[in-house]
T-cell receptor, first 110, second 115 residues
Framework: DAKTTQPTSMDCAEGRAANLPCNHS???????VYWYRQIHSQGPQYIIH???NNETNEMASLIITEDRKSSTLILPHATLRDTAVYYC???????????FGTGTKLQVIP | DVKVTQSSRYLVKRTGEKVFLECVQD?????MFWYRQDPGLGLRLIYF???????EKGDIPEGYSVSREKKERFSLILESASTNQTSMYLC??????????????FGNGTRLTVT
C-alpha cells in the first residue's frame, strides 16, 4: 500500500467548509483513495472513496487531482459533530491489507 | 447496516495472563482485521484474515496470535500479556466480493489495560 501524508491538525469555523488535504505521491494506478474519520471513543467510520473522478455523497466530497498524487476531502458545512480525526488511506479495493497513518485532527470551532 | 461487535469495551488483565479479544461481524464478510491504536502512532495492523483458518501478519504481529475458526468470528490472543500491550484494540471487517466498494467496518474497540 502507498503511504499518505496529512497535516497533524486543522481548525475550521462552524458552518464553513472544511478542506482536508492528503498527499499520496506514490499511488499506483489501481489504488483507490479512501477516507475515514474517528470520533472520540468510537471506531473509525467510512466516509467516501474514489479512483480518479471526483466523488460526492451525503457526508462529503472527494476531489482527486488529475495526476492522482493528492486529494482533498471537503465537508461543505462543518458542524461541531464533525470534530474528529480524519484518515486518508490508499489501497487496491480487493487487496486485504490496509494500513492507516496518524490522520488529521479536525477541530470545529463554534 | 454492518455490525462489528467486540466482546468487551474495557478489560483489565495482569502481566503474564493469556488474553482473548473476540470480534464478531454479521455481514458475511470475507476479510477481518485487528489493529491497535496508541497516542501518536495511529492505527497499526496486527493481523488480518481473508478466509476461515487463513491469517496473515500485519505490521506488528509480535506477541499476538489470531484464530478464525468461523467466518463471522476473529479472535486476537495475547499469549502472555505484557504492560506494553496496554492499548485500544480495534477489529474491522470488509467484503472482497463487492469489488471496488469494499470499505472497512470497525467495531468500537476494546481498551485493554495490563497491570
Amino acid at each position: 500500500d502507498a503511504k499518505t501524508t496529512q497535516p497533524t491538525s486543522m481548525d475550521c469555523a462552524e458552518g464553513r467548509a472544511a478542506n482536508l488535504p492528503c498527499n499520496h505521491s506514490t499511488i499506483s494506478g489501481n489504488e483507490y483513495v479512501y477516507w475515514y474519520r474517528q470520533i472520540h471513543s468510537q471506531g473509525p467510520q467510512y466516509i467516501i472513496h474514489g479512483l480518479k473522478n471526483n466523488e460526492t455523497n451525503e457526508m462529503a466530497s472527494l476531489i482527486i487531482t488529475e495526476d492522482r498524487k493528492s486529494s482533498t476531502l471537503i465537508l461543505p458545512h462543518a458542524t461541531l459533530r464533525d470534530t474528529a480525526v480524519y484518515y486518508c488511506i490508499v489501497r487496491v479495493a480487493s487487496y486485504q491489507k490496509v494500513t492507516f497513518g496518524t490522520g488529521t485532527k479536525l477541530q470545529v470551532i463554534p | 447496516d454492518v455490525k462489528v461487535t467486540q466482546s468487551s469495551r474495557y478489560l483489565v488483565k495482569r502481566t503474564g495472563e493469556k488474553v482473548f479479544l473476540e470480534c464478531v461481524q454479521d455481514m458475511d464478510h470475507e476479510n477481518m482485521f485487528w489493529y491497535r491504536q496508541d497516542p501518536g502512532l495511529g492505527l497499526r495492523l496486527i493481523y488480518f484474515s481473508y478466509d476461515v483458518k487463513m491469517k496473515e501478519k500485519g505490521d506488528i504481529p509480535e506477541g499476538y496470535s489470531v484464530s478464525r475458526e468461523k467466518k463471522e468470528r476473529f479472535s486476537l490472543i495475547l499469549e502472555s500479556a505484557s504492560t506494553n500491550q496496554t492499548s485500544m484494540y480495534l477489529c474491522a471487517s470488509s467484503s472482497t466480493s463487492r469489488g471496488t466498494d469494499s470499505p472497512l467496518h470497525f467495531g468500537n474497540g476494546t481498551r485493554l489495560t495490563v497491570t
